[in-house]
């Protein structure tokens, strides 16, 4: 794959009480799962966190860890900090809490991402900012919005040359419905186990 691939894990987790980057999904860690499915076939594959001990020994050797430039800002800081450590013009940029992630996903915001800033779903009527690809150059404009201390990931859009992926154009993937799951609190990460259980049974 023609990218970079950078995923998230510089939140607090305080909803969830704990680190749910490290929490169980199907017998493996929800980062590992990220990283598993995404694959290998990217120019660089970067973890964004400010407790690199907690991931290292989990991780394959080539995944590059870097923390946040402006810590406790929030996402944007987190996908600035990626793109600023990826060598790659264009970044699939991922949450940790999102254990569905999907390859294909991937792959098609990729391939749309040729003359755009950013190039993000929509799904069910939201936008997906943390499962969406975005150009290197991205990290000036995050930049500025990070320097003014407002630190909305919406204040990016005015600013950027988007292009938004449509229902439409994510219909023909057989797993979208949860690609774009992502794991808030013990209540949905419990949820998610008796699906898991319920299918597997």
């Not at 938004?164 to 690609?179: H, N, V």
Request: charge should be negative; include cysteine; hydrophobic fraction near 40%.
């Amino acid at each position: 794959m023609n990218a970079g691939l950078i995923v998230l894990s510089g939140g607090k987790s305080s909803r969830m009480g704990r680190n749910k980057a490290l929490l169980p999904i199907e017998g493996k860690a929800m980062i590992q799962r990220i990283f598993d499915s995404l694959g290998e076939e990217f120019s660089d594959r970067i973890l964004v966190t400010n407790r690199p001990e907690e991931y290292a020994p989990l991780l394959p050797d080539d995944v590059k860890i870097v923390s946040d430039v402006y810590p406790g800002s929030g996402p944007l800081s987190g996908i600035h900090a990626g793109l600023l450590a990826s060598a790659a013009e264009y970044n699939v940029v991922a949450a940790c809490d999102m254990p569905y992630v999907s390859k294909h996903v991937a792959e098609l915001l990729v391939k749309k991402s040729q003359g755009f800033d950013a190039v993000v779903p929509r799904f069910n009527r939201m936008r997906q900012p943390l499962f969406a690809v975005y150009h290197k150059s991205v990290a000036g404009e995050i930049e500025g919005i990070l320097e003014g201390n407002d630190f909305r990931v919406n204040n990016l859009w005015k600013k950027l040359n988007t292009l938004w992926l449509e229902e439409d154009d994510l219909s023909t993937i057989p797993e979208i419905e949860r690609a774009f799951l992502n794991i808030n609190n013990p209540e949905e990460y419990e949820a998610l186990g008796a699906r898991v259980k319920n299918t597997e049974g």
